[in-house]
C-alpha cells in the first residue's frame, strides 16, 4: 500500500514546493491600464523582486484566463521589449511601473493584458492577470474610451 501512496505523495509535495517557487517571483501590488489617446497605459507596482529580472508585456483580444501564473500565449501577442527590473532585477525592494502600448487599435472593442515576470533562478516566467493575480483575466481595457472625470459640486 505504502509503495502504491508514496509516488502520489512526492509529487503532492512537488508540486506545493513548485507553487510556492512561483508565488515568490515578484510580489507584485497592483496592475492595471487604462486608455489614454495615445493608446492603452499600462501600470504596475511590486513589493520586491526578489526572483524577477524584468517583464513583458502580452495582448489579446481573447478573455484568456492566468492559471497558477501560467498562460497559453498561442492567442496573445507579445506587444513589449524586454523591460528590465528598476535595479538591474533579482532586487529585495519595490518598484513602480508604466508604459504605453501605442500599437493598440482603437477600433478593437476590447482589450485583455497580461504581465510576465522572467525568473532569476531558473529562467522560467510567471503571468500575472488582473490586480496582480496568478489565477483569472487580464487588465481588460475598452479602446476609444477615455476616462473623463468630473468635479464633484455639493450644494
Given at each position: 500500500?505504502?509503495?502504491?501512496i508514496m509516488p502520489v505523495l512526492l509529487l503532492g509535495v512537488a508540486l506545493l514546493f513548485s507553487v510556492i517557487a512561483v508565488r515568490a517571483?515578484?510580489?507584485?501590488?497592483?496592475?492595471?491600464?487604462?486608455?489614454?489617446?495615445?493608446?492603452s497605459r499600462l501600470f504596475w507596482g511590486t513589493a520586491s523582486e526578489d526572483d524577477s529580472q524584468g517583464f513583458y508585456?502580452?495582448?489579446?483580444?481573447?478573455?484568456?484566463?492566468?492559471?497558477?501564473?501560467?498562460l497559453n500565449t498561442s492567442q496573445a501577442?507579445?506587444?513589449?521589449?524586454?523591460?528590465?527590473?528598476?535595479?538591474?532585477?533579482?532586487?529585495?525592494?519595490?518598484?513602480?511601473?508604466e508604459y504605453l502600448d501605442t500599437t493598440a487599435n482603437p477600433a478593437e472593442p476590447?482589450?485583455?493584458?497580461?504581465?510576465?515576470?522572467?525568473?532569476?533562478?531558473?529562467?522560467?516566467?510567471v503571468f500575472y492577470g488582473n490586480n496582480g493575480n496568478l489565477d483569472g483575466s487580464g487588465v481588460v481595457?475598452?479602446?476609444?474610451?477615455?476616462?473623463?472625470y468630473l468635479p464633484l459640486v455639493a450644494r
Amino acid at each position: 500500500m505504502l509503495k502504491r501512496i508514496m509516488p502520489v505523495l512526492l509529487l503532492g509535495v512537488a508540486l506545493l514546493f513548485s507553487v510556492i517557487a512561483v508565488r515568490a517571483a515578484v510580489d507584485l501590488t497592483y496592475f492595471d491600464g487604462v486608455w489614454t489617446s495615445n493608446g492603452s497605459r499600462l501600470f504596475w507596482g511590486t513589493a520586491s523582486e526578489d526572483d524577477s529580472q524584468g517583464f513583458y508585456l502580452w495582448r489579446s483580444t481573447q478573455d484568456l484566463q492566468v492559471v497558477n501564473g501560467a498562460l497559453n500565449t498561442s492567442q496573445a501577442t507579445r506587444v513589449s521589449a524586454f523591460i528590465p527590473g528598476a535595479s538591474g532585477g533579482c532586487d529585495p525592494n519595490g518598484h513602480d511601473y508604466e508604459y504605453l502600448d501605442t500599437t493598440a487599435n482603437p477600433a478593437e472593442p476590447v482589450y485583455y493584458y497580461f504581465l510576465e515576470s522572467l525568473n532569476c533562478s531558473n529562467g522560467g516566467s510567471v503571468f500575472y492577470g488582473n490586480n496582480g493575480n496568478l489565477d483569472g483575466s487580464g487588465v481588460v481595457i475598452f479602446p476609444g474610451q477615455v476616462r473623463l472625470y468630473l468635479p464633484l459640486v455639493a450644494r
